[in-house]
T-cell receptor, first 116, second 112 residues
């Protein structure tokens, strides 16, 4: 149980384009989903917290107009990187907490974004 | 300032031995602390959660301790196997509700 998927697993795009990443909880309903980014040899940095049916809460320093988050249902959250630039190249990972209210977070496999 | 510190140097041990990884934190008062395993190019996998009122937690070959006085958690893998080779991350509930703050991780290498 507690499986989270992400799509795509890897994406390469040109500078200036937008990229959408999907995060799905496959076997449970997630009231809260989180988006992280991870640079090589560094730890995960929380970007935003997404609650179903409400606006995402962004961490300090994260541009909400650049990283658009939508949590349309209890099993799906999307992150759109708008007007991507090479410095946005990173490993993006989502996680989800279940309706049962446990404190564990279950992570997706990650999406490697490369902006040329 | 707030910090979560894990040994940045890789830990090399022989198969069958016990691996012990350390997580120290400063200027946090976490209600719980979690340990995750991360393989290269993959997302973290949840292993164990220990709450502030728990001293120790076990799951199969894994054991976690949590000392809120020392502000430290120890993560043990007994009878280690080469398949245990990975990066292990500690995370604690940070400044906000539900938010996890991660350490930089310690790479464990178990040789046959």
């Amino acid at each position: 149980g507690a499986v989270v998927s992400q799509h795509p697993s890897r994406v390469i795009c040109k500078s200036g384009t937008s990229v959408k990443i999907e995060c799905r909880s496959l076997d449970f309903q997630a009231t809260t989903m989180f988006w992280y980014r991870q640079f090589p040899k560094q730890s995960l940095m929380l970007m935003a917290t997404s609650n179903e049916g409400s606006k995402a809460t962004y961490e300090q320093g994260v541009e909400k107009d650049k990283f658009l988050i939508n949590h349309a249902s209890l099993t799906l959250s999307t992150l759109t990187v708008t007007s991507a630039h090479p410095e946005d190249s990173s490993f993006y990972i989502c996680s989800a907490r279940g309706l049962a209210g446990g404190d564990e977070q279950f992570f997706g496999p990650g999406t490697r974004l490369t902006v040329l | 300032s707030q910090k979560i510190e894990q040994n940045s140097e890789a830990l090399n041990i022989q198969e069958g031995k016990t691996a012990t990884l350390t997580c120290n934190y400063t200027n946090y008062s976490p209600a719980y602390l979690q340990w995750y395993r991360q393989d290269p190019g993959r997302g973290p996998v949840f292993l164990l959660l220990i709450r502030e009122n728990e001293k120790e937690k076990r799951k199969e070959r894994l054991k976690v301790t949590f000392d809120t006085t020392l502000k430290q958690s120890l993560f043990h893998i007994t009878a280690s196997q080469p398949a245990d080779s990975a990066t292990y991350l500690c995370a604690l509930d940070g400044t906000g509700f539900q938010k996890l703050v991660f350490g930089t991780g310690t790479r464990l290498l178990v040789s046959p």
